[in-house]
């Protein structure tokens, strides 16, 4: 698996990278063999959060079991787990990051972002102003922020994150007209969530169903770019043609799935001329 620095940083990760949001509710024995097969696959890259149920916790005594080695980022700020406090306070940030060291059996965060606050909650300084205290005694190696359109550009603009977490796929392009720019010159490492839009693609009563007239623009390119057989495998790869997006994350609990999607990363980037098309369609939600 293709492997690339996050932005300025010495974070070396898989282009393909794991979103761990379902690993919370699935049984330790299937989410073992998961990360074991992640490893086979070289996926190395996992993103989790602290109220993304247990999931955590089971990464965390999978890694104990000496699963292997992975780059892990979390996210932190949300109220969970029977919290008390103001969501991106001091207190609260600082609590979630002691409460994912522990979880994850770690010494320290390879990577922590600030979970989809708002340009205003930025702009008041204490939850960046946390994290940041947390980087600089040891306990977070690298900062990030995860959100969309004018609070990801606040976030870019205040020269302080190391990476950002943006919504972007073949369904979801808003972010190739200011965000994805800023934070390429901005010298930010990018990860990109959702990059197979949910699997919107593939229900027959979609609007975007692959079948449909959706794509009638593109599907004679799609189709003569052989890009078209396996909707999914585009979608990924979509996602991946962009250098600006260092890792796509995408979720499962099933290795057989992981498998699959792996498949897909390594199929490669859409010719540039095909990318064009799609970026002319710019789908809406």
């Not at 073992?32 to 993304?52: K, N, P, Q, V, W």
């Given at each position: 698996m293709e492997v690339a620095r996050l932005g300025s940083t010495d974070l070396e990760i898989s282009r393909h990278g794991f979103g761990a949001a379902r690993v919370g509710s699935a049984p330790l024995g299937r989410t073992e063999s998961l990360l074991r097969s992640l490893l086979d696959l070289g996926i190395t890259f996992i993103d989790t959060a602290d109220c993304y149920a247990r999931s955590e916790e089971i990464i965390g005594r999978c890694l104990a079991d000496g699963i292997g080695e992975f780059v892990i980022a979390t996210k932190c700020g949300c109220i969970t787990g029977g919290e008390r406090g103001e969501a991106y306070s001091r207190p609260i940030i600082e609590r979630s990051i002691d409460r994912s060291l522990q979880r994850l059996g770690l010494e320290r965060l390879d990577l922590v972002f600030l979970?989809?606050?708002?340009?205003?909650?930025?702009?008041?300084?204490?939850?960046?102003?946390?994290?940041?205290r947390a980087r600089d005694a040891g306990k977070v190696r690298c900062t990030g922020y995860s959100g969309d359109g004018e609070d990801a550009m606040e976030a870019?603009?205040?020269?302080?994150?190391?990476?950002?977490?943006?919504?972007?796929?073949?369904?979801?392009?808003?972010?190739?007209?200011?965000?994805?720019?800023?934070?390429?010159?901005?010298?930010?490492?990018?990860?990109?969530?959702?990059?197979i839009a949910n699997a919107r693609l593939l229900p027959e009563d979609s609007p975007q169903y692959h079948g449909g007239p959706y794509w009638d623009r593109v599907r004679s390119q799609l189709t003569g770019e052989g890009?078209?057989?396996?909707?999914?495998?585009?979608?990924?790869?979509?996602?991946?043609?962009?250098?600006?997006?260092?890792?796509a994350i995408v979720g499962t609990t099933d290795p057989a799935h992981a498998r699959e999607n792996a498949r897909r990363a390594q199929a490669g980037p859409l010719s540039p001329r095909l990318l064009e098309a799609l970026h002319q369609l710019r789908p809406g939600d």
């Amino acid at each position: 698996m293709e492997v690339a620095r996050l932005g300025s940083t010495d974070l070396e990760i898989s282009r393909h990278g794991f979103g761990a949001a379902r690993v919370g509710s699935a049984p330790l024995g299937r989410t073992e063999s998961l990360l074991r097969s992640l490893l086979d696959l070289g996926i190395t890259f996992i993103d989790t959060a602290d109220c993304y149920a247990r999931s955590e916790e089971i990464i965390g005594r999978c890694l104990a079991d000496g699963i292997g080695e992975f780059v892990i980022a979390t996210k932190c700020g949300c109220i969970t787990g029977g919290e008390r406090g103001e969501a991106y306070s001091r207190p609260i940030i600082e609590r979630s990051i002691d409460r994912s060291l522990q979880r994850l059996g770690l010494e320290r965060l390879d990577l922590v972002f600030l979970h989809t606050c708002s340009a205003e909650i930025l702009r008041a300084g204490e939850a960046a102003e946390a994290l940041l205290r947390a980087r600089d005694a040891g306990k977070v190696r690298c900062t990030g922020y995860s959100g969309d359109g004018e609070d990801a550009m606040e976030a870019i603009s205040m020269g302080i994150f190391d990476a950002l977490q943006v919504t972007f796929s073949i369904l979801s392009q808003d972010a190739l007209d200011e965000v994805l720019p800023a934070a390429e010159a901005a010298g930010m490492g990018v990860v990109a969530k959702r990059p197979i839009a949910n699997a919107r693609l593939l229900p027959e009563d979609s609007p975007q169903y692959h079948g449909g007239p959706y794509w009638d623009r593109v599907r004679s390119q799609l189709t003569g770019e052989g890009a078209w057989d396996d909707p999914l495998e585009c979608a990924l790869r979509f996602t991946l043609s962009h250098p600006v997006i260092t890792s796509a994350i995408v979720g499962t609990t099933d290795p057989a799935h992981a498998r699959e999607n792996a498949r897909r990363a390594q199929a490669g980037p859409l010719s540039p001329r095909l990318l064009e098309a799609l970026h002319q369609l710019r789908p809406g939600d």
